[in-house]
Structures are given as structure tokens and as C-alpha cells.
């Protein structure tokens, strides 16, 4: 039992009471159709179960304010150890958030510098110098050997005032000379300065030769000048007039310029004492450009002059700018040319009074934000030049490198960097510094041993995909050297290239081999035949799913007398038995072209490309090899501009040429269909309204008196109130994420139960949401309207999801498949661009095969579909083919090769050996 994780009966979504065995200290692969039951086995069963034990284990208090976690649906699990899950998330969107801060590498950085860093001088660019009290007597004895001069406390540094009292105070301490604004002054004589001055006054200590006979002279003076100067002194040459510093602080020995000793946070851009004043550390500040926002002066508020409030609607925003009107004296109906800067200010950046709109029971208050959080240009920092750090973070350098030049390396030349910096650092540095160091190249090698070397750590969180963010994390788990814990990952081969692959795999088993239990979610065939155990679910999906088809180690799955508890699809590609067919035929395309010249946005090297329309076209390269930069912020962002008037600016480039031959861009991403649990298949499709309208219209609907509105879980009326609508009640876990809870009041119905005893068919409205796609498309077959949209959704493969099933549940696969099964219910004009960006995320072999044909139909119809993809299987089956590359990062952004498959797997591009 010690050495299993044994699972009796569970029963949590479509699974059909699976009880199964899986051994500890092991890499485990769960596979199986999308919807087969395999995220319902790993996250909903055994990490949920993990997550309540974890809860059960602390005080009474605490369980007190964070409140009990519902027991799976489970019979029984033992052998469970901690429980840690890397998900397949975004890291957020956070603007402050960067590669480095999220891996802790960042914090070490700042320590490093603020511990080994050499300061430089911004007056001179000469190293500056601090010295201890002996060091200063010892230099003065040596330098000024026999030399007449002066030593001199540096009192007052550029600052006005007449200083009265500080003349009268060095009197009384029996001083007899001063020395200001350069020239040596009697203090007797002196009662004040120009007040309205800045003035430089340092007290002459004493007026000495230096010589060995005198030195405990000098050390006594030394240690007053320091005193009065707080920690620095001056030394002027009678005979040559020049002025020497010396400090116990970081002085300039030329311009006697004093900066502050560096700490940790003089280098964080979340601190105030770090980040650059203009940006408050974000690298980049709001392009206004009043220009685009009112192209037309002539023209009135009303006229819709200002672009993004549009013309005048009676809406709330235009009420408050009525209510700001009447109070600041302007009109709406003037044109802007003629209103007082002040007025188009207001409007511009909003006004910070509170104004009273609105009539009977909507009359309030509001306050006007102008428009500036609809404009979502932004341009690099002017002052920081994106570096989100102050300019005294610039005065430090480690092997001549700034801490953001370190920031901005690869990982890859990080790595080699951190390796190599033991040569350059003196003694000193390399003691202090090694603890440091040893953390950083270890943090920083972990990243890249799992194929993310391209990345850099000043990289934004939010430009991160889901494969790369959950990688992140895994190397984050890696270097935390922990032991007896079950890592439970999702699909973390996501946006990596077949080449790196093998980096990840490793990774994996080093997790393995250190004591751990690793249960991967995957669906790639080297991840599962580099695997000790495997899962397979299925057989089918949805409720034809949620039982286990096999669970063996990969040793007896690969005999070829294993027979499988099921039907296993799984199976069959591992063992050849089905594949995905190579086309036959390449489509030549129409002809037409679209050509896009010199992109030079991020690591891109002046790529040219011109696509060939009415075809299949595949993008492929190692990652960060500059697909997204081409296709996604170049030339998306273009068309976006050019068909709707995007203010997404895209990345630098010369000329596109061919845009006239299509009408329409649609970028199918894996956003979710919708931001809120209450946004579903029903919801997004339209079906949900067309279903409604059937339910106001039966006889027990009528007699009620229910109109639609009483079927909608968004609106008050027949909704639940309890969790409005939701059918779950979110939990607040403090420290924990939120979990959702069925609704006590109506179980998860969403609905009260007069509306629930109104029904259509026999079905009331939360059964009809409780529908498969597939059931409800057989339900609804007599209703065309609703038929076909659900019939599409079946096309592509998503039968198995419930209609009314929350959008966050959806893999980012499945939300992709949701939208090209919308744009294929479409009337279709035979011209319009798809570009999808790794469509075969959460996909099995089968499911694949599906999304192919879907492509296929829509490129039949004269369209054009742009894939961003890695997948071999569908990298073989487009008709032209575009490799980036060779590498990743500073390495990559060259076209390697470009033609059909077969010409590419002829090449000698980072593709090729896998086609």
C-alpha cells in the first residue's frame, strides 16, 4: 500500500465510480479523448482531495475563517501524499509581474548587486571609492608629503540660505576660517550669505604639511572633518589649488559627488526607492495623442469629436458630461476648437467632482473618468527607456553590466554569465558573493533545462502562454527541493517544439528521481512512451467517458499481446494501429497573395513573407523563435487597424501588399469564451435566447404569466437569488484560491421552483442546461435555429460538453474549437483570414483528426487559415509550410525554410528531422 496511490469508486463529474491504482516515486501519464474524464481524475479527485486534507490538518481557528472544502466524490483514497498542482494558467496579468519576480531570480539579482555591485561616478564615469579612517590618514600622509594644505569639512552642499546660525555655532567651537562658494573666508567677519544663493561652505579643520612625524595630528583632524562632513572630507593643495575627496561613503575622488550606499531595494522596480519616477516602474507610460483623439476639431462632443466616447447617446457617461457641462460653463453642441483647454482636459482625463444624473429610482452621484482608460497604446518610458528603474539604480555595475542589461539577457546567456562572473569579481565580491551565485545559477538553470531558455527575466508575466507559465512553475518546483509530494501537471508539453521536448521530459523524471510522485496530463506520444506508468481514459467523451480503458506500466503497454480493459483510441496511435493520414494533394491556393516586408519587431531580422491565399497554412519553429512577433503582433494587429480600427499598435515593419484580397481577419484564440462562470456554450452560441423563447411560449409559461426573461439566470425574476443565477456559491479560502460550492438553497438548479415546474418536452429550463451538446442538438432537431449551431458544435468534436457549462471550465482547445464552430455556423463569404495560435492544445490523436477536418471545410471554401502550431501531425497535413528560427530568442527570427512538407523536411531547418 506504501508504494500506491489507490483510488476506490470515484464518481466526481463523468467518471463511472473508477477505482485504480497508481505507483508512488513515479512518472505516470493520464491520457485519453478531451472530456474523457482525465482532469476529473487528476485535479477535481485527487489534487481537491489532497487540498481538503491539507485543510483538515490545521488549528481549529484557522479552519475557523477558511471554512471546509467539500469531499470529492470519492469512496476512498490512500496512499495520498501533499498534494502540489502546476496548472495550465496564465500567470495573470499583473504589469508588474516579470519572469524574474515570479522565480525569485530577480530578488537575488537585487541582493547581488546591492552586495558585490562597483559604483561609477555619473559626474565622471570613474569608479567611485569609499575608505575606512585609517586608509584616508595613510593617503593624506603619502599624497601631501611635505605639501601645504588645507583640510576641510564639507558643510553645506548647494543648498540656499544665509546660514546665519551655522557661522555664529563654528565661532563659538573657536574655528577661525571657512571656506565658500570656493573662496577661504575669516568667520569673524562673516555674518551671513546671500540668502536666495546656492552655496557650497566647507569648515577649514586645520592647515597642516603632512609628514610621518605628524600623524597622529592628521588622524585627529581627519576624524573631526569627518564628523562635521558626516563621513566625508576635502583636501585642497595650497601649492596647486586642486580639490581631492575622500569619504567613508561612495564618493567620486574627482567631483567629490556622494551617492547613497546601494540595499536590495535600490534596484526593484516595486519600490519607490527603486523605480523610475515617470513610469512608478513599469517600463512604459499611456501614449496620449490628442491628435487621434479628436482628428476633427470642428466638429462637436455631441458630432462625436471625441473618437472613443463616440456621438451623443443617453447613457451615463453623457449624462455626467451634461452635468460637467452645466457646471463648468461649456457646451457640448460648440465645436472643440471653441472650449477652454481646461474643458477638453476634463473630458480628455475626467474631472475629479461628483456630479447628481439620472431620474427617479436610478438618480445618483457619479463621477467622470474621461477616456483615457479606453486608449490602450503604450509606448516604452522616455526617461527609464524601459528599464522601470531610478537613475541612481544606473550608477552600479557588475562585469560592466547595469542589473537591467542582466535582466534583459536570455536565460540561455544568463546562465553562461553567472558561470563566468566568478573570473571577474575580486576577492572580496567572490566571498561575499557566493551563496548568491550558487542560488542564481541554479534558479536560472532550472528554467533552462526546461526549454526556457529564449525567455528573459524582464520578460512581462502577461506575454506568457500557459505552456510557459506552467513551466515556470515546474522549475520553480524543481529547485525547491522538496520530497514525498505529488506534482500534478497539466499538458505541460504546450507551445514547446519537439526539439525541447526531451528538455521537459528530463525535468520530469529529475522531479521522479527525487523522491516525488509526478502525474502528468498529456497528450504527446514522447511524453507518454517516456513515462514509467500510463493512464488511459476513456472511451469515449463526456458521459461516454469516465472509465478507465487501461492503467499498466509502459513496459506491458508495449506488447503486443497487452490488451487494454476497453476500446482504446490511445492505444492504437502508440501502436501505429491508426495515425493521421499525410494529404495526398497539396491545395496550390488562388493565386492571390498577402505580403507583409520588413518586420523587425522584437527578435525578428527583417522578415519578409508573402502567404499564399485560399490554403492551409502552417507557421512552426523552436519556441521563441519569433512566431507570435510575425503572425500574432505584426500582422494581426495590422489587419485588426485596417478592417476595425484596432488601436493595438503592431510591431515595426516597411509594407503589406494584398490586403485587398480579403474582407474579413478572425483570430480563433484560446481565450475563453467568456470572463464569467455564467458565460456557457448556450450563452455564446445565442442558442440560450431561441431556447427561452420556446419555454415563454409553452401553456404552463403562459398561464404563470413568465415571460423570457424568468428562464434567465442573469436577471432577476425566476433566477435563484441565493447565488444569483450561478448555481454554485464562491468560498473565500484566505491564503488558498476560492473554491465554489453547490448553491444549499438550489442545488446547483440555478433556478427557483415555480420556474423549474414549467417544462418543454418533458424538460424543465436546468435540465435542458444539464444537456450534452450532442442530446441537446437530438432534442432540438425539429427547432433549425438551434439545430444547426449545435450541430456545428458536434462537428468539431465538442458533443460531449454540457450546454450550460461554465466557459472556466474550458480547456483553452476547447474554447478555440467553441469559436471556429461559430464562425463555420456563419454564412461564409469565401475571403476571410483565420489564424489560430496552437489550436491542438488539450487535443488527443482523435480529436485532431476532427480539427483538421474542420480547417479543411473552411479552407474549402475558399478561405485562408494561418496556424501557429508544433504539432507534427498537423505541421504535415497544411499545404504551405513557414519554419522560424533556427533558435530561440536572439537566435531565432529568420525564415529557416518555406514550402510544402516535403520540401521543408528535405531542409535543414530545426523542423525538418521531425517531419
Known sequence: MDDKIVITKASEHNLKEVSLEIPRRSFTVITGLSGSGKSSLAFSTLYAEGQRRYIDTLSSYARYYMQSLEKPKVESIDGLSPVIAIE?????????STVGTITEIYDFLRLLYAKAAKAYSPATGKEMVRYTDAQIVDLILWKYDGRKCYLLAPLVIGRKG???ELFAQMRKRGYTQIRVDGVILDLGGLDAVDRYKAHFIELVVDRLKPNKEDEKRVRNSVQTALNFGK???????????EVAYFSKHLVCPDSGLSIPEPAPHTFSFNSQAGCCPHCKGLGKVIDIDLDTIIPDKSKSIAEGAIIPLGELKMNRKFDCIRAMARRYDFSIYDPVSELSDEAVSMLIYGCEDYFLVGEG?????AKYNGVIDDIQDYVTCPVCNG????EQAGYFKIDGKRIWEVSHLEISSLCDWLGNLPNTLGEREKKISGDILAELTSRAGFLRDVGLDYLSLDRATSSLSGGESQRIRLATQIGSKLVNVLYILDEPSIGLHQRDNKKLISSLRKLRDEGNTVIVVEHDIETMLSADYLVDMGPGAGDLGGKVCFADYLKNVKKSSFKPLLESATLDYIRGVKFIPTPSVRRKGNGQYLNLTGCTGNNLKNVSISFPLGCLIGISGVSGSGKSSLISDTLVRILKRHFYHSKEQPLPYCEITGI????????????PIGKTPRSNPATFTGVFDEIRLLFENTPDAKTRGMKRGFFSFNVSGGRCEECKGAGIKIMEMNFLPSVGVECPVCRGKRYKDNVLEVRYKGKNISEVLEMTISEAAEFFAP????????????????GYIRLGQSATTLSGGESQRMKLSDELSAKSTGRTLYILDEPTTGLHCDDINILLGVLGRLVDAGNTVIVIEHNIDVLKSVDYLFDLGPGGGKEGGFICAQGTPEEIAKSNCPTAEFL
Open 88 to 96: 495550465q494558467k496564465t500567470t495573470g496579468n499583473n504589469p508588474r
Open 162 to 164: 544665509n546660514y546665519k
Open 231 to 241: 563621513g566625508s572630507l576635502m583636501v585642497v593643495d595650497l601649492e596647486t589649488e
Open 361 to 365: 429610482a436610478d438618480r445618483g452621484t
Open 387 to 390: 528599464s522601470r528603474l531610478n
Open 660 to 671: 485587398e484580397n480579403i474582407d474579413k481577419i478572425v483570430e480563433v484564440d484560446q481565450n
Open 783 to 798: 427547432i433549425p435555429k438551434i439545430a444547426s449551431k449545435l450541430q456545428t458544435m458536434v462537428d468539431v468534436g465538442l
